[in-house]
């Protein structure tokens, strides 16, 4: 199996996050909110968040 390369992270209250990195086993990233496109990262969010708990 692939390793997934080094994703950066900061949102540190995700239980996937360990010293700012995702150890998720898998990503991902859709659209934030209702958008058919996105322009920018600010519309996209992550979808494999965990909380912390």
């Known amino acids: 199996m692939d390793k997934l390369p080094s994703i950066k992270c900061s949102v540190t ?3 996937y ?4 990195e ?3 086993p898998m990503i ?5 909110g209702n958008l058919s496109n996105a ?3 600010d ?3 992550c979808e494999t968040f965990k909380p912390k708990g």
Do not use: I
């Not at 996050?17 to 700012?20: A, G, I, L, Q, R």
């Not at 991902?28 to 934030?32: G, N, S, T």
């Open 13 to 15: 209250e995700c239980s």
């Open 28 to 32: 991902q990233v859709a659209r934030d």
């Open 22 to 24: 995702c150890f998720a």
């Open 39 to 41: 322009q920018n990262s």
């Open 17 to 20: 996050n360990k010293e700012v």
């Open 43 to 45: 519309n996209t969010k």
